[in-house]
């Protein structure tokens, strides 16, 4: 988990990311809820449509209820995050394939909010999908 403790310990900017380590998610949440940080967990091989992908995101990382569902909402959600987080993406490729122009505005509002977020906000994107322009970590 090298690059994710350069992440939790500030060596390494917040960022989307792709990493390919094989670790289980409670293992990567007991690393990161150890660091202090707040965990999230997001299975898209269950959440291969946009809206399932919302659905997903606002109960991996708590959004309130009435979270929109939408771009904007999303931004403004992870806006409102109050403690550094760690969002686990598994198998985020069904979505990027089946509707890669909407997968591209959700990855770029995940990069813009992780670079500007009053708090630190990371996603880290494992499995198998088309290739795009992300940070590998190591």
Do not use: C, K
């Not at 960022?15 to 660091?35: K, L």
């Not at 269950?46 to 309130?64: D, R």
């Amino acid at each position: 988990m090298s690059g994710l403790a350069a992440i939790l310990a500030g060596h390494l900017e917040p960022g989307v990311y792709r990493w390919d380590a094989a670790f289980e998610p409670e293992d990567v949440a007991h690393a990161v809820t150890a660091a202090g940080w707040r965990f999230g967990y997001l299975d898209g091989w269950v959440a291969g449509s946009e809206a399932e992908f919302h659905q997903g995101i606002a109960a991996a990382l708590e959004f309130p209820d009435y979270y929109g569902a939408n771009l904007d909402a999303l931004w403004d959600s992870l806006g409102e995050l109050a403690e550094p987080v760690v969002l686990l993406w598994d198998g985020w490729g069904p979505l990027a394939r089946a509707t890669p122009d909407r997968f591209g505005r959700i990855l770029g509002v995940l990069r813009e909010r992780s670079g500007a977020a009053a708090t630190p906000f990371v996603v880290l994107m494992r499995g198998e999908g088309p290739e795009i322009e992300v940070s590998e970590l190591r």
